[in-house]
């Protein structure tokens, strides 16, 4: 069956922006349609299930989902969407990602950490890497003032809380993993996770800190290009 459109659902900031580098690596014969959660309240991931569903195409379509978003992409694929042909998870997780780490996040998820801009150090282990270029930190640091403060903390509390592991096994479409090998924020064994309840996922390592699309958008686009070749048999 041939692909001829991704869904991509974004990080943390839900914005969809930081998606633009990987969009312009992919071929001009994809069609793109980017998930853009609201910046002005917060939506559960099964709320977000129904926002999503609002950009779905009629024609068969790959679903790409990174970090926060990848509970949420499991759960979409879980209701056996029609047109669903695959699911890329990147930097993913289904159950809390950060484990021992837990009681901290927890702690400083408030809406005032998230009224501070974060150090450059802060942005660089966790989220984009040694020596970014001046752009993405400058992209990421926008897409995070774009967002309601309080929005952004309790979508991190959904992130400790969630757990789509019931969901994942009910999916039944091809899946791939894209791992950063540089991750500092989600833990190595999430994908381990996955693939205890979907041993057919593919796993491909992408020498990347946490955010994968945007470090690395060639390497991406060429990693999903073949997966979709692979899916159109």
């Known amino acids: 069956m041939t692909v001829d459109t991704l869904v991509l659902l974004p990080g943390l900031d839900g914005t969809g922006m930081l998606f633009a580098d990987l969009v312009a690596e992919l071929p001009p014969t994809l069609r793109v349609n980017i998930a853009r959660y609201p910046a002005d309240r917060f939506l559960s991931y099964s709320e977000l299930v129904s926002c999503v569903k609002e950009i779905i195409p009629s024609s068969p379509f790959l679903l790409v989902a990174e ?21 890329v998870m990147c930097a993913g997780f ?19 950490l998230f009224r501070l801009s974060p150090p450059r150090l802060v942005l660089e282990h966790f989220l984009i890497g040694a020596s970014p270029p001046d752009v993405l930190e400058a992209g990421v640091r926008q897409a995070l ?43 190595a064994d999430c994908f381990e996770e996955v693939q205890r309840l979907r041993p057919d996922t593919m796993l491909v390592s992408i020498p990347a800190p946490h955010l994968v699309f945007q470090r690395q958008p060639r390497k991406a686009a060429e990693v999903i290009v073949r997966f979709i070749l692979d899916l159109s048999g």
């Not at 970090?67 to 699911?87: D, E, H, I």
């Open 94 to 112: 289904i159950t809390n990602p950060v484990g021992a780490w837990s009681l901290l996040v927890s702690a400083l998820a408030r809406p005032l």
């Open 145 to 187: 003032r774009l967002v309601n403060p309080d929005v952004l903390a309790r979508r991190v509390r959904a992130v400790l809380d969630c757990d789509a592991r019931e969901d994942l096994a009910r999916t039944k479409v091809p899946m791939m993993y894209i791992q950063a090998d540089s991750d500092r924020l989600v833990r």
């Open 67 to 87: 970090s926060f978003s990848t509970p949420l992409a499991a759960k979409l694929a879980a209701t056996r969407t029609p047109n669903l042909v695959g699911l």
